[in-house]
């Protein structure tokens, strides 16, 4: 058995006049919980460490650059990698990274339980739009503030298991978990920022998109028999409502642990990695039953053609 005790490290909503510091001491105590249960990894979300400002329309590059960070850790999140060295918890979280060379990414971290950052992943699939849209009902400008992510989906060797991140949009997306499933992984964290309501159909709701983001976690952990950890920001953030629904799924697609608030919450589940074993060798060994010659459009092609147009 290779357990890894997971605290899924949900948050309610970070309000635009909320400062770094005081986001990081709701996250100081949310480690300090995970450090009572016995967490050997926390998980928290995408954007951890402010408001989800994409949502915000914003011309001037020096207001945006007040929302990115310019060192992992800096001063103000220092104390998150203290704490957790201190408990001996590996975290991750997201938050918006900007490189000395003036580039732009939704990122994530993944440390050891050292404090030390062992992996970095940029969201590919960013949704949304880059100029303003007067169709809808809030604006969601992640193609606006962010490049995409450039470093494809690699998985680390960390607390005895193999580890991926990918963050929210791209959880809906199969390729990212199948990218990461032919690298063997066994466990997938993801952060994310999913307004209650779609911007562009209200009566697309909390339920239905609770539906689906469930639907894509789980489809996700039982095709690559890999645990799927989706942590969520939930509740009112600057009067915008956050879906919560954060969850834990086994490498069978069970939800086996889900937030039952929209706030701040820590979700527990003692993760055994060696589960994902059976479906590795069985249904879902990749080298025995996959067929790649009828795989080409996947990554030949971004849109659909019609077979009458394609010549
Ligand atoms: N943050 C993020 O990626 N949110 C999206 C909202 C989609 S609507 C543009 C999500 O897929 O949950």
Redesign the pocket.
């Known amino acids: 058995m290779r357990e890894i005790v997971i605290g899924a490290a949900q948050m309610g909503g970070i309000q635009k006049a909320e400062s770094r510091e005081a986001v990081v001491d709701r996250m100081l105590a949310l480690l300090a919980q995970a450090a009572e249960a016995k967490c050997d990894l926390v998980v928290f979300p995408?954007?951890a460490l402010t408001t989800?400002f994409?949502r915000w329309w914003m011309e001037d590059q020096d207001e945006v650059d007040t929302w990115f960070e310019t060192e992992m850790p800096g001063p103000a999140t220092q104390p998150l990698f203290d704490a957790a060295k201190r408990h001996g918890i590996a975290m991750t979280f997201g938050y918006a990274e900007k490189t000395p060379e003036g580039r732009y990414f939704?990122t994530s971290i993944l440390t050891d339980k050292s404090g030390t950052i062992v992996g970095k992943y940029r969201?590919v699939?960013?949704?949304?739009?880059s100029e303003y849209d007067h169709d809808r009902a809030f604006q969601?400008l992640?193609k606006r503030y962010f490049e995409p992510g450039d470093l494809g989906f690699p998985v680390w060797r960390n607390l005895d298991a193999w580890m991926g991140m990918c963050?929210?949009?791209?959880?809906?997306w199969p390729e990212v978990y199948r990218e990461m499933g032919l690298q063997g992984v066994e466990l997938i964290t993801l952060g994310?920022?999913?307004?209650s309501v779609?911007?562009?159909d209200s009566a697309e709701g909390l339920k239905e998109?609770l539906y689906h983001?469930e639907l894509s976690m789980t489809a996700g952990a039982y095709q690559n028999a890999a645990w799927v950890v989706g942590v969520a920001k939930g509740g009112d953030e600057d009067g915008h409502p956050l879906?919560a629904g954060s969850i834990i799924v086994d490498p069978n697609g069970f939800v086996v642990a889900r937030a039952k608030t929209e706030g701040d919450e820590l979700v527990v589940h003692a993760c055994d990695m060696d589960l994902c074993a059976f479906g590795k060798r069985t249904i879902f060994d990749f080298a025995r039953h996959r067929r790649v010659e009828h795989y080409g459009r996947i990554t030949g092609q971004t849109g659909v053609i019609l077979p009458n147009e394609a010549g």
């Not at 699939?125 to 739009?129: I, K, R, S, V």
């Not at 994310?192 to 307004?195: K, L």
């Open positions: 995408e954007l989800f994409p939704n969201k699939h960013l949704p949304g739009h969601h992640e963050i929210c949009n791209d959880r809906r994310y920022n999913t307004p779609n911007s562009q998109r983001s879906m």
